[in-house]
């Protein structure tokens, strides 16, 4: 089994200032983890992910996320927000011996971002 | 760039009719998948298919089933909608080979926001 947890629903920034999402993740095998944002009616886009290898990732629009396998976490960072990241973030896990490639989604993180 | 399309951004119905989502996507992806989103429940995995006319149930099949007669369209089926079954639909798609597990990225639509009054 696994699953995924995000711990703040919501998080509240300044432009400028660092961004934190927080992630936790159980899997029974080796993962691949996931960030995905979805601005206001939109589909979701994937942001990075980790396949075992390099466990800093970095992904698009200056996002990175380090995967702690001892701590069973993959947060979510980017040095200076800017407006156009309001929008929510989901940590997704999947595992290889998961049939048919399923991911299994956190509850999402909603990110405010104030000027 | 690889593209997903829903047939409806938007959709309105009475309970008890049948209902159909269509999902197209244009990367020759062998999997294929139909989500539900809702508030504070993020998503959750309705239906999946790894390969034309095979289906796997998700995590809340209830009340819905799918037809994947082609390789590039899946459609959501709800044969007697519910109020309860007012939500945001997203489909995916992802590579992967049929029949063997691989952990690839999916591929997401723009959602249909279907309401059931």
């Known amino acids: 089994a696994q699953s995924v947890t995000q711990l703040d629903s919501h998080v509240s920034v300044s432009e400028g200032t660092p961004v934190l999402l927080r992630c936790n993740y159980s899997?029974?095998?080796?993962?691949?983890l996931f960030w995905y944002v979805q601005h206001p009616n939109k589909g979701l886009q994937l942001l990075l992910k980790?396949?075992?290898?390099?466990?800093l990732v970095k992904g698009i629009n200056g996002f990175e996320a380090e995967f702690k396998k001892s701590e069973t976490s993959f947060h979510l960072t980017k040095p200076s927000a800017h407006m156009s990241d309001a929008a929510e973030y989901f940590c997704?896990?999947?595992?290889?011996?998961?049939?048919?490639?399923?991911?299994?989604f956190g509850g999402g993180t909603r990110v405010l971002v104030k000027p | 760039d690889v593209k997903v399309t829903q047939s409806s951004r938007y959709l309105v119905k009475r309970t008890g009719e049948k209902v159909f989502l269509e999902c197209v996507q244009d990367?020759?992806?062998?999997?294929m998948f139909w989500y539900r989103q809702d508030p504070g429940l993020g998503l959750r995995l309705i239906y999946f298919?790894?390969?034309?006319?095979?289906?796997e149930k998700g995590d809340i099949p209830e009340g819905y089933s799918v037809s994947r007669e082609k390789k590039e369209r899946f459609s959501l089926i709800l044969e007697s909608a519910s109020t309860n079954q007012t939500s945001m639909y997203l489909c995916?798609?992802?590579?992967?080979?049929?029949?063997?597990?691989?952990?690839?990225?999916?591929?997401f639509g723009p959602g249909t926001r279907l309401t059931v009054t």
């Open positions: 899997s029974s095998y080796s993962p691949s």
């Open positions: 298919s790894y390969d034309v006319k095979m289906k």
């Open positions: 990367m020759d992806h062998e999997n």
């Open positions: 995916a798609s992802s590579p992967g080979v049929a029949g063997i597990v691989r952990s690839y990225e999916q591929y």
């Open positions: 997704v896990v999947s595992s290889l011996k998961a049939a048919g490639n399923k991911l299994t």
């Open positions: 980790y396949t075992s290898a390099a466990t």
